[in-house]
């Protein structure tokens, strides 16, 4: 599985990780690190049952259209149909039988729509999820003043450190773009 960017090793941002860990351990106090612990798992949640919803929603929309289709074709099949029409200068033209081609939804479409429509669903299922988790662990954070300033003076201080740490290996001649 290391094919996936998701599970792939990133080096790179191993010294990243120890300068957060070392603001989350020594800039925030205990109930701080709860409360950021407990917003992270909000998101992945929320996106999570954003999703399913949305996939649901998908593919029952997907089987209603079908079935609208469906009772279309067969209302089409059971109508009379004209032979022929009469035009006013009394001319009579035939009309092409076209019962061949009011067979029905097919597989192919039914599967199409299905996937589409799920697909679809799910994608709008998820970003609604990811933006209602976002909102709630935002809440969650600011929900206390002094909470959401002791957060953001630790992230300051990272973001410093990490800077520092850019402009060190920027001084010592490693190359802009990519890993060295």
Request: charged content about 25%; aromatic content about 10%; glycine content about 10%.
């Amino acid at each position: 599985m290391s094919g996936l960017a998701l599970f792939r090793p990133a080096h790179q941002y191993d010294d990243l990780q120890k300068i957060a860990n070392e603001h989350f351990k020594h800039d925030l106090g205990p109930e701080d690190r709860e409360t950021l612990k407990s917003a992270s798992k909000k998101i992945p949640t929320h996106t999570m049952i954003g999703s399913m919803l949305g996939l649901g929603l998908g593919v029952y929309a997907a089987v209603r259209l079908r079935r609208v289709r469906a009772d279309m074709f067969a209302s089409l099949r059971a109508a009379e149909k004209p032979v022929k029409v009469i035009f006013a200068d009394g001319r009579t033209e035939a009309v092409p039988d076209i019962s061949p081609l009011l067979q029905g939804p097919s597989r192919f479409g039914d599967w199409a729509t299905t996937f589409f429509f799920g697909l679809g669903g799910l994608f709008l299922g998820g970003e609604s999820g990811f933006l209602t988790g976002s909102w709630s662990a935002a809440r969650t954070i600011t929900v206390d003043p002094g909470r959401q300033e002791r957060i953001e003076k630790a992230y300051r201080n990272f973001r410093i450190d990490v800077l520092k740490k850019e402009i060190e290996k920027l001084e010592a001649g490693h190359p802009v773009f990519g890993d060295a």
